[in-house]
């Protein structure tokens, strides 16, 4: 018996109890991590247990460098003091990468979203060696300028896609960064940039509170993202959604006002348009019939914070977890 509850917790099962504990940890970080600043009232609600549950859930995070507890002038909580306030811990940190066809940008993003810093390095596509070797550097550049500020959780990819068309040698050059360190044994995931856009302003921008949400973007081409019942089609590394014949450069973009808007509104039936690069300018003035469309609210970095919420899906799925297997 004990062998076997050994090898539950490697293969991250565990007991029934334990697999609670998880998810109510996961639950809470991911509220923090959204929110920013939460009571732990107002997390007891969210989570449906008790302040005593909220209490040891929220020192064990603490522990690990997750959160911080602060009554709401910025003092320490001490006993009989329930109305304190939980936010994010500036302890730990991911990666995200926003790679496009000539250029990628890398960003230091801490819990919560705070972006802590970030560097912009050419590319060259057509040489996988070489692409892999510019965004190792400038992962490698953001890694220096953190150095003693924290422990990087992950790593998150944003690519333009599909693969197969789209940056010749890009899977080469990422497979080659993965294998290099300081990111070979980190958490490191790849998804489509229209995808991870689309995630990124419906956890933290226009789409906050919709279920049904349409993402366009002119950048490198027109591209798009759908997410249906409060998740992306193709889920979060899944591809983005292939917008065809819509437009064929600059002279055919007057057809998105007239024929395409209204084809991929039969298509999806999205309750809000969002209008991400290249395309904010066309976002439509309230009254107009059919769904709302506005423009993105995360603006040019709704890729790269996408990349980054990626990036921090396997933190916040098992903290301890991965928190314990990064220290190691």
């Known amino acids: 018996m004990k062998g076997r509850a050994t ?57 690990a460098g997750l959160i911080r507890e602060e009554s709401p002038h910025g003092r320490t909580p001490r006993p009989g003091r329930p109305s304190f306030v939980v936010r994010p811990g500036s302890d730990v940190y991911v ?30 596509p057509a040489d996988p060696d070489a692409a892999a070797a510019q965004i190792a550097h400038a992962g490698r550049l953001l890694g220096m300028a953190a150095a003693g500020s924290g422990l990087c959780a992950g790593v998150g990819v944003a690519v333009p896609g599909p693969l197969e068309r789209d940056g010749p040698g890009l899977l080469a050059a990422l497979g080659a960064v993965r294998a290099r360190e300081p990111y070979r044994g980190l958490p490191f995931r790849v998804g489509h940039d229209s995808n991870l856009a689309l995630i990124a302003e419906h956890r933290r921008g226009a789409g906050v509170g919709h279920r049904s949400v349409l993402w366009l973007q002119d950048r490198d081409g027109l591209r798009g993202g759908v997410m249906l019942d409060g998740s992306p089609i193709g889920g979060e590394e899944g591809q983005g959604v292939d917008l065809g014949p819509l437009v064929a450069g600059s002279r055919a973009r007057p057809c998105l006002r007239a024929a395409g808007m209204e084809r991929l509104q039969s298509l999806y039936a999205p309750e809000l348009i969002i209008l991400g690069d290249g395309l904010d300018a066309w976002a439509e003035s309230p009254g107009q019939p059919g769904p709302r469309v506005v423009r993105a609210a995360l603006g040019a970095d709704a890729v790269l914070t996408g990349a980054a919420e990626l990036a921090f899906a396997a933190l916040l799925a098992d903290p301890i977890g991965v928190i314990s297997r990064s220290k190691k």
Do not use: K, M
Not at 33 to 58: F, K, M, P
Not at 95 to 124: E, I, W
């Open 7 to 63: 090898a539950d917790r490697v293969q991250g099962t565990g007991s029934p109890q334990e697999r609670i504990r998880r998810d109510n940890l996961a639950a809470l970080l991911r509220n923090v991590h959204l929110q920013g600043s939460v009571t732990r009232s107002a997390l007891a609600e969210r989570l449906h247990v008790n302040r005593s549950t909220i209490l040891t859930l929220s020192r064990e995070l603490a522990g």
């Open 95 to 124: 990666l995200a990468f926003d790679v496009r066809a000539d250029a990628c940008t890398a960003a230091q993003v801490r819990l919560g979203g705070d972006v802590l810093d970030r560097r912009t390095v050419p590319l060259s």
